[in-house]
């Protein structure tokens, strides 16, 4: 993986001792409240429900095994004994003090990482694909990519104050796994008839109250030139975002506006001056970048390892772990694990450090000393030898790491919700943990299949539920927590925004308003067809039927 | 005397800055003598008489586009932008573009909610002159303050202060 040069290390340190400042600025009163609130929050810190929260980057999901551990340091010195994964790759603390804050950020420079754009309008943390570099379906791995953009991207001067936040996300396989339909900029890594490797940039996308798939700008940019077309969007938009509101600032409102061949036409007269000029890319900077990202010194190994085949057989148990969390891997007996942070006792996506430390371990014996974050608020052990998956498991199991679950209906993502976020209009997480005790039955869950539902407390849309397949969104109706359910939104090559049923539900009704869409699908199922398949082929009609009944439905439709 | 930061350097400038209220018409103003930056509005109505005036400059707000000053800019010896908000950041692009696009080798000028914590930013994206609102800083602070200009030493992207990308600049060890 990447590791700093003293130009990045200095950078970072710099940065440090600049935070330090400000705070210290801040806690003597020669800061305001206002001036410091936008310095806080680009650096990923903001003032929650009852403590400050402090996300730190983890540029495109990666992590080496020191700096988990490091991690483990920070939740067990500063927090409450533990971590959270955030449906951007980041890590948050929920506990820190502001006052630590600086000492926090300078423990973790120590191991070359940061909370820099963490938040605030600027160009945010760059994420990606969490299998890049050991899937099958890999054209062209984008972590390199992503560090070449993280740089281009830190501190850029002219777009600290956009008109609101900006996030970039780089795929480059077949299979979109980073959201890049729902992204500021959502970047597909591809070659041309030549051979040459470019970018098909994407615009606009985003969640939050207004949710956009992001329209093509361009089919296809060459590499050299990705960061001065990236330039030129930004400087229109920074010149031409709406700022006089909140909700119509991201640059989803502009292209919707302009219209996307209009913002393409006053993209292309931007780049016009950029093109070619020193920001164009050279061959020796990527070719330095990416060779930090070498392949890990694989043995050769039997496509099928006997022992692997023979655990598997004898013990049940192990066999579901592998058919849902360990996934094929590119080259032969090595897999993919995903540790899933779902074990319904907890929160999706939190940590605690004990098991931080534990990963870290096992990232160090099995797999190469690295662990990425997924978005789905998992983490995942990219090369693991198929003949060591039994004794990872049972460590894992131990240490409630192996909930069996990635992919399934309880494999939930779900934001911090109103237990800890001051926008929140509900809480997210007990919904969640609810939801994952209604169906704690492996074979059941096993037979519904692939399935998202994801949760976000209110419509900033953090826990992505415009594109679960089942999304909740928390509403307050009167004061009091409310949940809408949609249906049909999408992430991947066919993103798609769900659709809201009808009325909304109270916490307690919702563990049944999913038996029942789940009871819709089995009923309707055709064979083999996952869930959103079925509701794409239905439509909504049969599951509002078997939510609100018939004599609701026909009511509606009056009324309507 | 005001004192404003130029090329990092405190300084005196007593330069006003001309804001016109609702009740004034550019075309009826009469300026008095001394150094003041004028509303762009005001030097569209009066840029024959004003043209070349070595004490005047003009102001921009952030909403204006700096490609209406382009003609003129042979004739100006000054242009200041305005942050109405320190948050509202239209004026760092305008800035560059003033450098790079434009050409203009005149004093650039940060005027309006200016605080130190964007003094990096600014200077890096072509702002010369530097001048928060009177009241905001004291002198010792403002002194302080210029150390906020050296906040980063070796950022890695090209803007104005620095041509080049740090990839360009530097032989990065692999
Ligand atoms: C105190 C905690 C948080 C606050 C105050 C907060 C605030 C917000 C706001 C205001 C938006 C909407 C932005 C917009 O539409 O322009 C947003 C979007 C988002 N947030 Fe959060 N958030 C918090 C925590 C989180 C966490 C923990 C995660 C990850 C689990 C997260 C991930 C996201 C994502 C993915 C979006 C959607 C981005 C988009 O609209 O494209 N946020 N957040
Ligand atoms: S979706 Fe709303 S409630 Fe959930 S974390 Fe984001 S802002 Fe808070």
Redesign the pocket.
Known sequence: MYRYDPYDQKIVNERVAQFRDQTRRYLAGELTDEEFRPLRLQNGL????HAP?L?VAVPYGLLSSTQVRKMAHIARTYDKGYA?????Q?V?FNWPELKLVPEILAELATVEMHAIQT?GACIRNITSDPFAGVAGDELIDPRPWGEILRQWSTFHPEFAFLP??F?IAINGAREDRA?IQ???IGLELKRDAAGEIGFRVLVG???????VIGAEISAFVPWQHIITYCEAILRVYNRYGRRDN??K??I?ILVKALGIDEFRRQVEEEWVFGKNGPNTLTEAEVARVAGHFTTPAYESLPADDAGYVSQRAANPAFAAWTRRNVLAHKVPGYAVVVVSLKDPSRAP?DVTDVQLDLVADWADTYSFGEIRAT?E?NLVLADVKQSELFALWEKARAANLATPTFGLLTDI????GGD????ANAKSIPIANAIQARFDDLDYLYDIGDIELNI?G???????HHVGHIGVLGVDKNGEEWYQVSLGGSQGNHTSIGKVIGRSFAAAEMPDVVSKIINVYLAQRQDGERFIETVRRTGLDPFKLGVYGEAAVKERKQNA | MPKIIKNGQLIDDEARILILDESQAPEELTLAAGPVFVPFAVWQAHSGQLSGRADLGVWLDSHEDVAELVPDLGSIAAIAINFPKFTDGRAYSAAALLRTRYGFKGEIRAIGDVLRDQFFFMQRCGFDAIQPKVGKYSDAQLEEALASLKDFSAPYQAAVDQPEPLFRRAQRAA
Request: with cysteine; proline share 4%; glycine share 10%.
């Open positions: 903001y003032i929650q429900r929260m996300r959270h994964i955030t449906t951007r980041n948050q938040s609101r936040k996030k959201v729902c992204h500021d996308g985003g969640m939050g109250r207004t949710p909140l909700y600032a991201r989803k996506g978005h608020q993502i779900c934001c911090p800890f976020c001051s926008l976000s209110c419509m900033n849309s953090c826990g992505h």
